[in-house]
């Protein structure tokens, strides 16, 4: 007959044996004797809430984590926002013939299916010019939230309630450099407790999943007959019709993969900071035909930059919708941020993108092609000389 031992109450690994090994059936086609699978305790998935202790200032922290928490009201005085720099000269030069010529050339040499006569050869009729600015709000914000966490119990520091954990705004974090993400765990003093493991209920191993806990499977040999050939007892089992689950090593049972064995647990809050950079732009509208989506993938020339703890909206440019935008996004982020996060600076920036509408003739017809962004970039919807070309 088998023998099984299950779980001891100190936590011992399951052993599920064959009491006499070299048992054989008497007659061939005899079914052999199977291990019944053995159910052991199963700890549930997540920790439960008992779990936690209600500590003072954090009486609404889970395990998981919750939203962020807002910052409380400023101590000092906030500073007021200084007025930005002077405004530079905003007018800036359209790119020459030579250029806009150039950038065709090595646009269409990219392109397998385009033929470069008319890049060469086209002749240039007229260059427009259009002034497409961008403005650019950034606004760097902390925001802090919390949540319950746990590790393996290795003699680790226990300190709950030796004295009042300080606020979530009241513990240092390092700054990371402006308007750089990032983010930072930090263990909320005093309030570290020890707890028994809820994933092995404080036994340290769980019942092996593979084997059910019995510590061996049926044979894939035999499939758990015992033989193989008509009286041919199976080798791989020794005619038992079970081996030896190799997950557990035939223990029925594994280290628990919550406490790692140590059947207890370090519980203790975690404060999870988390620094953003919020960016919003606004470009200015054309009528020049080409897509705003373009201008998305290109770089312009700065011409302003203003940074500090709180920005002033932008005034006295030349282009009102660019005034407009920017008192309107400076508002929106300085009352949305504020109320989940604080915020630590502000930078403005204009930027203006080159368009250049570039009209050109080519074998008696008019076409047109766009170059812009500082890297000069093309872009044309009616290319008069392209070729079907396929792979092969």
């Not at 008992?50 to 009486?59: A, I, L, R, T």
């Not at 930078?347 to 766009?370: D, N, S």
Request: glycine share 8%; proline share 9%; aromatic share 10%.
């Amino acid at each position: 007959m088998m023998d099984y031992q299950s779980l001891s109450s100190h936590g011992q690994p399951l052993h599920y044996g064959i009491a006499n090994p070299g048992y054989m059936p008497a007659a061939a086609g005899a079914a052999a004797m199977f291990a019944p699978p053995v159910a052991g305790p199963q700890g549930p998935s997540a920790p439960p809430a008992s779990m936690f202790d209600s500590m003072p200032g954090y009486e609404g922290t889970i395990a998981g984590g919750g939203g962020f928490l807002p910052p409380p009201m400023p101590a000092h005085p906030v500073p007021q926002p200084a007025p930005g720099p002077e405004q530079p000269h905003w007018n800036i030069p359209s790119i020459t013939e030579d250029t806009a010529r150039n950038a065709f050339r090595l646009y269409t040499s990219s392109k397998c299916c385009y033929s470069s006569a008319p890049a060469k050869d086209g002749v240039i009729t007229n260059m427009e010019a259009f002034n497409t600015y961008r403005y650019r709000l950034e606004t760097f914000t902390e925001s802090r939230s919390t949540e319950w966490s746990h590790e393996p119990y290795q003699g680790q520091p226990v300190d709950a309630y030796a004295q009042q954990p300080p606020g979530p705004w009241d513990i240092s974090a390092r700054v990371p450099t402006f308007f750089v993400a990032g983010q930072q765990k930090i263990k909320v003093p005093y309030t570290s407790s020890m707890k028994p493991c809820h994933g092995c209920i404080g036994m340290g191993r769980k019942p092996c999943k593979d084997c059910a806990g019995s510590g061996n499977k049926v044979c894939w040999v035999c499939n758990g007959s015992g033989f193989r050939h008509s009286n041919d007892r199976c080798h791989h089992c020794m005619g038992r019709g079970r081996e030896n689950c190799t997950h557990c090593h035939g223990q029925g049972s594994k280290q628990c993969d919550i406490c790692r064995g140590k059947q207890q647990l370090l519980v203790y809050i975690n404060l999870n900071v988390k620094w953003t950079n919020n960016t919003e732009d606004y470009v200015v509208e054309q009528s020049s035909g080409l897509q705003m989506t373009n201008l998305s993938q290109v770089s312009g020339k700065e011409l302003f930059r203003d940074s500090q703890y709180m920005v002033y909206p932008l005034m006295g440019f030349p282009d009102p919708m660019i005034v407009q935008a920017a008192q309107r996004l400076v508002a929106d982020h300085q009352h949305n941020f504020s109320q989940t996060s604080r915020i630590l600076q502000q930078r403005q920036t204009i930027e203006l993108i080159p368009v250049t509408k570039v009209t050109y003739a080519w074998k008696g017809k008019i076409y047109v092609y766009f170059v812009y962004g500082n890297e000069f970039k093309v872009h044309t919807d009616d290319y008069p000389a392209t070729c079907c070309c396929s792979v092969m």
